[in-house]
């Protein structure tokens, strides 16, 4: 059995993957230096070389290319929660098996999200910046008033672990909160109402605040167009944590300005795979401009980027694969139809 | 009973202030046509004019001159929550009763407080700088790490009506919670340990995050001082809700120069009442240049700045004036000499 593990791993990262497997796996990683950055470019070739032969991979990249040039390739350990790019027309062909780490960083991407409706609701970020200029923002009136959530309605929109968490939190802030998830005849205790799918607009007529934590797939992509941010009340204010290809680019950018939409808050970008250099594809800013906007607050793909985050997701990423190389099911397994 | 409403009250809530009084009562505002300004400056005058027969007045504004110019003056209705700036030595010589409106934002500046925290430990403002500059974040290294509040511990300072709030959010986030209260023997079920106001110094030392909730009173002012600041974990947030004099202005800037406090956060600022105008002492700027730094992030005064809390704060406030001339202790009664 030979494991790849797919980074520039660390002497230590090694370590801790070798006793997290059966004595006697073989495991290699990528030649490099640094125990952060991930493979791209110039490394690609090491990483092709490593994987002519092997069994299994754990990594944060994986490039379609990479997972033809391995041929013996049947268990893959994905380390991010969100599971678009990956092949999935390959692993279905092949019967590769894919486990990924959607609770691992589950609480700081709630977290994150939190931060950007408040800073959204509360306009920090543009209060920041009229202080620093030394400009004084008077009260109540001349466009420098901030919402309450306490009495306003939250939109979860894709009620796992993380939307989970959202609604939590709404809750301690004494807001009403409506969810849409698949199957909306399963409720949860921190949503108030639930709506399946097909309910989407109900729901989001009733928002004050929209928070996206619904994986990107094939149900998903473009699923918040036109016709969903014109179903919401004047003036809400929408957060994407999840990915960017789920909200219709041109569709916020017109929402905003006919005012439809009253601040886009996102963690997460358009992917323009041709356009950019590959290790900018999530951060990468909107070709529309809508992160120039002042009615846009944005981070790039930063949600996950907190202290021990790196640990956690390699530990549970080893979990996997350690089940999935004895050939349980492992905890992150994840649905190669549902492709999450 | 002659009633001055101190501000330039629109005919709507000139009617509103008329219909909660009992019948009879004379109520006078002071002449303008801007329904939201504060008088200051050249309305002094006509302040100073419409209290010289006055019995009681409800108002946003009081300068200490315009309370020495209505000798008949008694009873206050102060349309705040914090009674600092309040001539405190004139209303015991002269036993004039007082209320505030402590719980008519409550929610708005506890959210306040935790847009505050959630951008310093997630570098909101910073990211998204670099994001609309289209500079890259990297992950996991280079100063563009996060926290995460999830296990992390919360040291609220003032445990009142906002301080609370603020704890039972904290324990939505699964933050472990501390309080600093007067009397330490009362516990909060959103508290985990409470302190009393002499362990200040062990609470702090516990805490990931602080959040300063006290008013400001003779027992307060300066309590966040070089001591206060060293008991603190290293790299703390800071965040203030409270009052700018609170905290010891060359001491936090010390504590960010050594790295001690990491982010400090606030919405209130230290008054120089010589050295600005009136109508902006509570949004002035640091003159150490505090506001001014990248690991501090600032709003001015901007709490209760949202939609229809100066609704609430009059409707509260007219409930207290009510109750004060009918010679009963209204809910918002403040201790004269507490100062809260």
């Known amino acids: 059995m030979k494991v790849v593990a797919g980074w520039h791993a660390s002497p230590m990262e090694l370590d801790r993957v070798r006793r997290a497997l059966p004595v006697g796996t073989e495991v290699v990683t990528l030649p490099g230096h640094d125990a952060v950055a991930f493979p791209y470019g110039a490394d690609r070739a090491a990483y092709l070389e490593a994987m002519r032969d092997a069994d299994a991979v754990i990594t944060w990249v994986l490039p379609h290319d990479v997972v033809r040039a391995a041929p013996k390739l049947a268990h893959v350990s994905w380390l991010h929660a969100g599971c678009d790019r990956l092949p999935f027309d390959e692993f279905r062909a092949r019967g590769i098996t894919l486990a990924n780490v959607p609770d691992a960083h589950q609480a700081a991407i709630a977290e994150h999200a ?14 920041h910046g009229e202080h620093v200029a030394g400009r004084h923002v008077p009260y109540w009136r001349d466009g420098g008033v901030g919402g309450t959530l306490s009495g306003s309605t939250l939109a979860v929109l894709g009620v796992g672990s993380i ?6 939190v709404a809750h301690a802030f004494d807001m009403h909160v409506v969810g849409v998830r698949r199957n909306g005849t399963v409720p949860h205790p921190h949503v108030d109402r639930m709506y399946g799918e097909h309910e989407l607009h109900l729901a989001l007529a009733q928002a004050d605040v929209v928070v ?32 960017g290809d789920i909200v219709v680019e041109e569709a916020v950018r017109d929402a905003l300005d006919e005012g439809r939409v009253g601040v886009f808050a996102s963690d997460v970008w358009w992917d323009y795979e041709d356009a950019m250099p590959p290790d900018q594809h999530f951060g990468s800013p909107s070709r529309l401009g809508v992160h120039l906007r002042d009615d846009v607050i944005v981070s790039g793909d930063q949600a996950s980027n907190v ?10 990423g080893l979990e996997n694969l350690a089940d999935m190389i004895a050939g349980l099911t492992p905890r992150g397994a994840v649905d190669l139809d549902e492709e999450y």
């Not at 950007?116 to 609701?121: D, G, R």
């Not at 939307?163 to 939590?168: D, E, H, L, P, S």
């Not at 202290?307 to 549970?316: I, P, T, V």
Request: glycine share 4%.
């Open 163 to 168: 939307g989970a968490q959202i609604a939590r």
């Open 114 to 127: 939190w931060a950007l409706v408040l800073a959204a609701v509360k306009r920090i970020v543009w209060k």
């Open 212 to 243: 996206i934590a619904v994986p990107s797939t094939a149900r998903t992509r473009g699923l918040i167009d036109a016709e969903a941010l014109a179903a919401l009340r004047p003036g809400a204010v929408v957060v994407n944590i999840a990915r």
């Open 307 to 316: 202290y021990f985050a790196r640990d956690r997701m390699l530990d549970r």
